[in-house]
């Protein structure tokens, strides 16, 4: 029943965030740069929050995991600062998400149920940002950040199926 919760939770808290993000439904026109540098840093933000939260409660596997990537975060947002500063955009100051709020609540989860809302949180995380880059490189306004996009799908995909396998897994 909890990981049911969290699950609710999580696409109710990808709901929210990709209300308050901006981001645009498929028949509606492309995002632009600045919102997919936002976008990203949102994302990054989200992998960094979990990082904390494991910190709090969670077993060597999950710290793992989020340390891991949490420092893949950090080297995005550095080749994605890059990007930014050649754009000369500045990326709105959106919505942080809040990788506690997706979780059951840590203090009140025992050990399997934390791990499989770990993963659960990951999930639809992981899928708003990879459409938001697929729509981005449908029309892309910038060549730097198009390039950026194609690098960082692959790894994103390869991820999120990773994170739904050990779910399924737990």
Same mark, same amino acid.
């Given at each position: 029943?909890?990981?049911l919760?969290?699950? +609710?939770?999580?696409?109710? !808290?990808?709901?929210?965030? &990709?209300?308050?993000?901006?981001?645009?439904?498929?028949?509606?026109?492309?995002?632009? *740069? +600045?919102?997919? +540098?936002?976008g $990203?840093?949102?994302?990054?933000?989200?992998?960094?929050?979990?990082?904390e939260?494991t910190d709090?409660?969670? !077993?060597? @596997?999950?710290? !793992?995991?989020?340390?891991?990537?949490?420092?893949?975060? $950090?080297?995005?947002d550095?080749?994605?600062?890059?990007v930014?500063?050649?754009?000369? $955009? @500045?990326?709105? &100051?959106?919505?942080?998400?809040?990788?506690? &709020?997706?979780?059951?609540?840590? @203090?009140?989860s025992?050990g399997?149920?934390y791990?499989?809302?770990?993963?659960?949180?990951q999930?639809?995380?992981?899928?708003?940002?990879?459409?938001?880059? @697929?729509?981005?490189?449908?029309?892309?306004? !910038? *060549?730097?950040?198009? *390039?950026?996009?194609?690098?960082?799908?692959?790894m994103?995909?390869?991820?999120?199926?990773d &994170?739904?396998?050990?779910?399924a897994d737990?």
């Open positions: 029943m909890r990981v919760a969290a699950i +609710i939770l999580a696409f109710i !808290n990808t709901a929210a965030l &990709a209300d308050s993000a901006g981001e645009r439904s498929l028949g509606e026109r492309p995002p632009t *740069a +600045i919102e997919v +540098i936002s $990203a840093y949102n994302f990054s933000r989200f992998q960094q929050g979990l990082l939260n709090l409660k969670g !077993n060597a @596997e999950v710290k !793992n995991l989020a340390a891991l990537r949490a420092e893949e975060a $950090a080297k995005r550095k080749s994605l600062k890059e930014q500063e050649a754009i000369g $955009a @500045e990326p709105r &100051a959106g919505k942080a998400s809040s990788s506690t &709020a997706s979780l059951v609540a840590p @203090e009140m025992d399997p149920t791990v499989r809302s770990f993963y659960a949180a999930i639809p995380e992981y899928e708003s940002i990879i459409g938001l880059l @697929e729509r981005y490189l449908k029309a892309p306004d !910038n *060549a730097a950040l198009a *390039a950026f996009a194609r690098e960082q799908l692959p994103l995909r390869s991820q999120v199926r &994170a739904e396998r050990t779910m737990k």
